[in-house]
């Protein structure tokens, strides 16, 4: 919608945005040629986790804050449990640490082939949504939904459904799959490689406008392999911390037109996200990732977030490869989980979403009962450069008309993948949309 | 009706995860049939594009938890032939409804000018606690076959079969070695209902009761059993007291168990939050 302000300015307005997770609106004001205001307005209602995580035990931050977002819950459940284990002195053994892995590929792959296909091709190829486009690209449409359709099922071998999948526990998980259960998923897994490989070409094909980021991008490092269940942040101005140290370097604000914090790095906008990740870990991916990548344009680095559905293409691919990796490398007969005795203290935790680093940091009493909770999702770090991006945008593409503008800078919101959903639970202030 | 005399679906988003509405596009061999049953008039996840209503079915996922949410349930409801809430947010207020226990430290008064208007914000409440409601379906999430059997059954004019049986009976179903026999595992599958094909005890894990509260279930005896499986009470009030804690059953049973504690086991303050 749009309309001309009394003093000539213009407004475009999306009340709901669509096809992103969550409730959130896009205000721009333009006057005389120049953008003035920009906000990506969040009213979908908090839901306070935070608040009610105090007093629950210790073994229960994966099972509730799963909740907080249905398509990334393994991403909270991951972090949730590494704050834990922090918080209680207790390491995992590495085949926990790779089911964790396993089970959180199948989340990238479901979550990345939602993303590329259902919400973000539709605006590269000119249509409402996937649904509309299937009528003239019925092989598109697909292709996406059998790789999403993949991702679901590994989820759901590993962690007993997709949505907040119940094997996962502090400590581990209830019962581990055996090799023989795991190996059924392997036809699938193989045809993924080739589908995503198609996917990558696919989506090479699409125009992107010519658009750069300048702000510093932050993304876990691991020890070996791309970085997905857990690692060390590192950032492109050369900053690194341990994780247990992110509130020093990560800091919450509140804004008037959002149900949302927004998140600063040492003060300054920064980005979480698929290209954070390639740009800080493309000497970790695989030659065939690398490969399929530079065959698709991209460089080492990249900062068109209209390119991120490339780059999603590719780490799809990656973990395609490395949930193929961890299945042939399964051993049986190990035990599922470690105990971890309550203790008091504090830990934190960090995961790589399929959205960007989620950070979460518990505090418990001596009996295991939280005392305080602190979780921080990529959408809230991303907000400030959404709209950075936005003003951008809009400023960039000032002369089309209403309509087009519109849809351009709705297309750069979604670039960002953004969970509105996620971005909104930790608010403990009530605040009324009307 | 929608375009070509195909019935029109709606997808309402209330406070919620979005998890039981992305179930519907996780039916990924089902997701074209549906669209090409149905009109999709309205599912802002999945579409720009929106038809007016009325709607012939509407789906609604997540609580009411705002007075604007409040108002715009009641239109929703003008606007809908059948409507189905889908999840444990709408149909028990969800795991956010943990904040209603926030009476309990009757702190509302205390704190706002204006208790009756906060209370509605203080509150997430089911739907049906603001408009009549069709069908529902349980779960947090719901399960994808639930939901298939669901639409068919609207499109196929009839009745769906959802269970209303417990968690017990598919496992038993499905051939499970039940985890509170063989492992003294505390499970809430006698009092849940069914719809999940029993996946917790299916993982060697006690159900923790995301379906929500089955009809005839007997709380009190299912609380003597988790306390002699060695659970304390606060734990057995939590476990009650989590993505269905507004369900009647469960609060009940959560608040029978917090007035009947002995001091030092478990304060009102220790358990409501
Ligand atoms: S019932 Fe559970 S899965 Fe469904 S929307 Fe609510 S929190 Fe999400
Ligand atoms: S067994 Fe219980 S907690 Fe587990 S999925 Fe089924 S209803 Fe939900």
């Not at chain 1, 857990?230 to 994780?243: D, H, I, R, Y």
């Not at chain 2, 709606?10 to 519907?24: E, N, P, R, Y």
């Not at chain 2, 802002?44 to 079915?57: I, K, S």
């Not at chain 2, 304390?232 to 609060?251: C, D, K, W």
Request: aromatic share 6%.
């Amino acid at each position: 919608m749009t309309h001309t302000m009394k003093d000539g300015g213009q407004v475009l307005q999306v009340g709901m945005l669509a096809r992103v997770e969550g409730e959130g609106g896009m205000h721009i004001e333009i006057r005389d040629g120049v953008v003035e205001t920009v906000r990506l307005e969040i009213f979908e209602p908090p839901r306070f986790y935070e608040a009610f995580l105090r007093g629950r035990a210790h073994t229960e931050p994966p099972d509730i804050t799963a909740r907080i977002c249905g398509i990334c819950p393994v991403a909270y459940q991951t972090a949730a449990c590494w704050a834990i284990e922090a918080a209680c002195g207790v390491e995992v053994p590495p085949h926990v640490l790779a089911l964790r892995r396993l089970l959180y590929c199948g989340e990238w792959i479901e979550s990345h082939a939602l993303h590329m296909f259902l919400l973000h091709a539709p605006d590269f190829l000119g249509y409402d949504g996937a649904v509309e486009m299937a009528a003239d690209h019925p092989g598109a449409v697909e292709l996406g939904l059998r790789l999403k359709k993949v991702g679901n099922e590994l989820m759901s071998l590993v962690g007993g459904r997709a949505i907040h999948p119940v094997n996962v526990r502090v400590g581990g998980f209830y019962r581990l799959p055996t090799r023989s259960e795991l190996g059924r998923i392997v036809p699938d897994l193989e045809r993924a490689r080739d589908d995503a490989l198609a996917a990558i070409r696919l989506v090479a094909e699409f125009d992107f406008p010519e658009f750069t980021q300048p702000y510093p991008y932050l993304a876990l490092r691991a020890e070996r392999g791309y970085a997905i269940e857990s690692g060390t942040p590192v950032t492109t101005s050369g900053l690194t911390f341990p994780v247990s140290d992110f509130t020093r370097h990560i800091t919450e604000h509140h804004v008037a037109h959002s149900n949302a914090l927004q998140a600063t790095l040492d003060g300054e906008i920064y980005v979480v996200g698929p290209l954070a990740r390639y740009t800080l870990g493309f000497d970790r991916l695989s030659p065939t990732c690398q490969e399929a990548a530079r065959a698709a344009g991209l460089e080492e680095s990249c900062r068109n977030p209209f390119r991120s559905i490339i780059v999603r293409g590719v780490e799809l691919l990656y973990a395609v490869e490395e949930a193929l990796r961890i299945i042939d490398e399964w051993v049986d007969g190990r035990v599922a989980f470690v105990d971890v005795p309550p203790r008091a203290g504090e830990g934190c935790g960090a995961s790589e979403a399929p959205r960007g680093t989620i950070f979460h940091r518990y505090v418990l009493d001596g009996s295991g009962l939280i005392t305080d909770a602190q979780i921080v999702p990529p959408t809230s770090q991303n907000q400030a450069s959404i709209e950075a991006d936005l003003r951008a945008a809009a400023q960039a593409w000032i002369d089309l008309d209403d309509h087009e503008l519109t849809h351009r800078c709705e297309q750069a919101i979604r670039n960002y993948d953004p969970c509105i959903s996620c971005a909104t639970h930790f608010l403990d202030l009530q605040v009324d949309r009307s | 009706m929608g375009t070509a005399g195909k019935p029109s679906l709606a997808v309402w988003k209330f406070a919620s995860c979005d998890g039981c509405q992305l179930t519907l596009l996780n039916c990924e061999d089902e997701l074209l049939s549906i669209a090409g049953a149905v009109t999709i008039a309205y599912f802002p996840e999945a579409t720009r594009a929106v038809v007016e209503g009325p709607y012939d079915v509407s789906l609604v996922e997540g609580s009411v938890t705002t007075p604007h949410d409040a108002e715009r349930i009641q239109q929703i409801r003008a606007m809908s032939g059948t409507l189905v809430t889908i999840g444990a947010c709408a149909t028990a207020g969800g795991i956010q409804a943990l904040r209603n226990l926030g009476d309990v430290r009757e702190f509302r008064s205390v704190v706002y000018a204006h208790p009756e208007y906060v209370e509605t914000l203080d509150r997430s409440t089911p739907i049906a606690a603001h408009v009549s409601v069709d069908h529902e379906l349980r779960g947090c999430p719901i399960d994808k076959r639930q939901l298939l059997e669901l639409l068919a059954a609207l499109l196929a004019g009839r009745k769906p079969r959802i269970p209303t049986y417990s968690v017990c009976i598919e496992c038993k179903e499905r051939g499970n070695v039940c985890v509170a026999v063989a492992d003294g595992t505390p499970c809430l599958g006698p009092v849940t209902q069914a719809g999940c094909g029993a996946l917790c005890p299916s993982f060697a894990r006690g159900c923790y009761g995301c379906f929500g509260p089955q009809d005839s279930a007997n709380l009190p005896s299912m609380t003597r059993r988790l306390r002699a499986q060695g659970m304390s009470e606060p734990q057995v009030i939590r476990l009650y007291r989590t993505f269905n804690t507004g369900a009647e059953a469960f609060r009940a049973e959560s608040q029978r168990v917090v007035s009947g504690s002995t001091a030092g086991t478990a304060t009102a303050e220790e358990v409501s939050t």
